[in-house]
């Protein structure tokens, strides 16, 4: 039967979500607890892999087992085998044909910065730190320019792999909450540091170095080499993986308290 999970984790002390035969890896720490629950090697797929670094508070995986285990068993015996930084939301048998990364219709991160003149303590890996004084309005104004099909070329990390740079950007918000400033995307997929590179613009344009229509700019370009820095990963969260209704796949509210 196929399982599918919900997995939250905090990305600080690891080298990102795929296997490294060097380094610890959060499918790492996932596939050893879920083994030791159904006493056999499980390998599983998840919706994206992340970077070093990044966190997770909804990362979709699936997998197919022959042993029979009781949802709540899956859950409770998974998290009782992962480290701290790690835990499973939810855990359900599935209908077959669902596939965790084919079967996504879309992502959702959130990038938070914490800006103050103060480098942060205990939130020093879990957000970014922007000490300039950021504008909401103009970061705002900057990110209408970038929703909808595009070719993101400039948003690409040079080391990306997709097939296409084209992407539909469905939502780029930017928001204060708390003293914390928060850009929220939702797209079809993203491309490698897509995220990131468009945090990057978007906080230059805020600090006042670069004005809103420098995010067109940009985006026309179909050139990484103008578009600026790449932000930090610690500011970076998976929030949420959407599927068509039938599989069943519950969406996880954001908590806001993991930053």
Not at 15 to 37: F, H, I, R, T, Y
Not at 207 to 216: D, F, L, Q, V
Not at 222 to 237: E, F, H, M, N, Q
């Amino acid at each position: 039967m196929r399982i599918a999970a919900i997995v939250e984790y905090d990305g600080s002390n690891f080298s990102g979500w795929q296997w490294q035969d060097c380094a610890p890896s959060v499918q790492e720490a996932v596939e050893k607890a879920l083994s030791k629950v159904a006493d056999a090697p499980v390998r599983v797929t998840t919706a994206g892999r992340t970077d070093a670094g990044v966190h997770a508070s909804a990362q979709v995986i699936h997998f197919d087992t022959e042993v029979r285990r009781s949802d709540l068993a899956w859950l409770r015996g998974t998290n009782s085998n992962l480290p701290d930084s790690v835990a499973l939301l939810w855990a359900s048998e599935v209908d077959p044909g669902f596939h965790a990364r084919f079967a996504a219709t879309g992502r959702e991160y959130h990038y938070v910065i914490l800006n103050r003149s103060v480098r942060p303590t205990y939130l020093a890996q879990r957000v970014t730190h922007e000490y300039r004084p950021l504008d909401v309005e103009r970061m705002q104004a900057a990110a209408q320019h970038l929703l909808g099909t595009h070719d993101f070329s400039s948003f690409r990390a040079m080391q990306c792999q997709a097939k296409s740079p084209v992407r539909t950007l469905r939502e780029l918000t930017v928001a204060n909450q708390d003293g914390f400033i928060v850009i929220k995307a939702a797209a079809n997929a993203f491309l490698h540091h897509m995220v990131r590179n468009l945090a990057g613009v978007l906080m230059d344009i805020g600090a006042g170095e670069k004005e809103p229509e420098w995010a067109r700019e940009v985006l026309e370009a179909c050139d990484r080499t103008v578009g600026g820095i790449t932000a930090s990963p610690g500011g970076l969260y998976l929030t949420a993986v959407d599927y068509p209704v039938h599989f069943n796949i519950p969406r996880i509210p954001v908590a806001l308290g993991l930053w």
